[in-house]
């Protein structure tokens, strides 16, 4: 059973292969002209500022409005076709989905209805800005040698900034896990709880026990909210020192 389903899967996968790749293409486009800033800046130190011409300042400027257009289309075009492979591989998927919830099992019980939600979740994920990290990824070694080339100094400026940034990320990753499975933990006992309390709500209003399960509910809820607000305190803490690095490498760079 678990062969079949990694086989529908990967049929599901294969079928867009075609848009994978033209989101590939999209965003190799999208990174050739993210360099449109920085090479705007460079001309214009090197040509408009010792020169004083206001028809090349003009000329650059029209050039770099006309490129960040282009960038605005192109990744406009490739969320578009990201959102349009989540919906195809929805329609590919969600029959067997729920034909899959609705079989009983040997045990005489019906299929998970999470299964519905993780189709909605990866549907969700293809169209949000997940994907596309993962297409341009492979263009930072590139900006990185790039640096290089111009001066060693800039190339190591680069990493070093790029390895803060990661330690960053890996500690926001780890200060946040626990917190954030123990909400998860919470959320779903408190699903459970509001479950079987709607299942069973005449037994507990015939026993007068509505005021004792509301009081468990709002502990069980305090717990979810504050696990829940010290993994979002600290995401956005570190997120905020994240943002303050990445001003500060840019100035950097310029200044070395």
Not at 6 to 23: E, W, Y
Not at 117 to 122: E, Q, T
Not at 190 to 199: H, L, N, Q
Not at 217 to 226: E, M
């Amino acid at each position: 059973m678990r062969a079949g389903k990694n086989d529908l899967m990967r049929a599901a996968l294969i079928s867009c292969g075609t848009g994978f790749v033209a989101v590939a293409l999209f965003s190799a486009v999208v990174n050739i002209l993210m360099l449109t800033g920085s090479i705007y800046m460079l001309q214009v130190y090197d040509r408009v500022l010792p020169s004083h011409s206001i028809p090349t300042l003009m000329s650059l400027s029209v050039v770099a409005v006309a490129l960040y257009l282009l960038l605005g289309v192109f990744d406009w075009l490739r969320t578009r076709l990201l959102a349009r492979i989540g919906i195809a591989l929805d329609r590919t998927l969600s029959t067997p989905t729920v034909a899959a919830i609705i079989r009983v099992s040997p045990q005489g019980k019906p299929g998970d209805m999470h299964l519905l939600r993780d189709l909605d979740s990866v549907r969700s994920f293809l169209s949000g800005p997940g994907p596309t990290t993962f297409f341009d990824l492979p263009w930072i070694p590139l900006y990185g040698a790039l640096c290089f080339l111009l001066h060693p100094y800039l190339g190591w400026t680069l990493v070093a900034g790029a390895v803060v940034l990661a330690i960053l990320a890996l500690l926001t990753e780890v200060l946040t896990r626990r917190p954030s499975a123990e909400a998860a933990r919470i959320g779903a006992g408190r699903t459970a709880m509001i479950e079987a309390a709607r299942r069973n709500g005449e037994v507990i209003a015939a026993l007068g026990m509505e005021r004792r399960m509301l009081a468990a509910f709002a502990r069980v809820n305090d717990g979810y909210i504050a696990n829940g607000l010290t993994a979002a305190e600290i995401g956005s803490g570190l997120g905020a020192v994240s943002r303050v690095v990445r001003f500060l490498l840019q100035s950097a760079l310029l200044g070395v």
